[in-house]
Every structure is written in C-alpha cells, then in structure tokens.
C-alpha cells in the first residue's frame, strides 16, 4: 500500500519564496529557491511514521525540470521514498485535477493515505474515494492559493 504526500506545505516551508507570486509574478525565481526551503517538522514526522509500513510517494504540483532539485532536497532531509510525480511541461490544469489523475493511475497499487495542504485537491480526492487528510500546518498564502487553483502552475 502507499502512502502518498504532497512536499510544498506538507514538508517543505515555501514561506520564504511565495513572495516572488505577488506581481511582478516570476514563477522561475519562486521555483528555483526550493532548494533552501526548511523541512516542516509535522509533515516529516506523519511521513516517516507511515513509512515503516508504507511505500512513500511523492506528488507535488513542482514542474518536471524542478526534479533533481526535489530529488535532492528530499534526500538532502532524510526523507524516505524516491518516487517522484512531479507535473508535467504545459500542464497548467488545476492542481486537483493533475493529482486526482495521478492518484487514479497509482491507485492499483492500493491507497492507504494521501497528504495534501490544499483543502480543494482533498475534497477532490475524498469524494473520488480515496483516503486523503489534509496537512493543515502551514497557513497558505493568498497568491500560492491563487497559483494553484486558479492558474494551476503548483
Ligand atoms: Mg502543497
């Protein structure tokens, strides 16, 4: 069975980068601080307990060019599982409907958990039938909201 989480707001503290989503918008510049964001403490306690009895995998909303940087960063911060969905180039979908597609084609495989800090993309997953929590440790910012539902770039 896996155990399936989101990284920005679960585990990664995006806080010091949602800055750079405020206009003049630079969605490289907000994407290419991932590197120094700091682990949540919450987020990396629930994915390691889960672990001891869980394939982990990672689904984030990050562009496919940011893969060995979260590749990195994840390891960088001992966190465990190495598969890594990250959204495809020119999928600009709204973020539940990149994840509840992925989540469909993982789902042979057996859902245990799915972690998310977006509540739409939770609500998406629950009333599709999976068993997904939302990870509500990080307030979320106004313009990464905004990024993720609305223009679908997270
Ligand atoms: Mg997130």
């Not at 990080?138 to 679908?152: C, E, I, S, V």
Request: charge should be negative.
């Amino acid at each position: 069975m896996l155990a399936v989480f989101d990284i920005d707001g679960v585990v990664a503290d995006v806080r010091h980068r949602v800055h750079h989503l405020e206009p003049p918008k630079s969605w490289r510049a907000f994407f290419r601080e991932a590197a120094d964001d700091t682990l949540l403490a919450e987020g990396a306690r629930l994915v390691t307990e889960l672990a001891t009895d869980h394939e982990v995998v990672w689904l984030t909303g990050r562009p496919e060019w940011l893969r060995r940087t979260t590749a990195e960063w994840l390891a960088g911060q001992g966190l465990p599982g190495t598969e890594l969905h990250l959204r495809p180039e020119r999928d600009y979908r709204p973020a539940r409907q990149y994840k509840l597609d992925v989540l469909r084609r993982l789902a042979s495989r057996g859902i245990a958990a799915f972690v998310d800090d977006d509540s739409d993309v939770i609500d998406t997953a629950l009333a599709a039938g999976y068993p997904a929590v939302l990870a509500d440790w990080l307030p979320r910012d106004p313009a990464l909201r905004d990024a993720q539902d609305r223009l679908g770039r997270t």
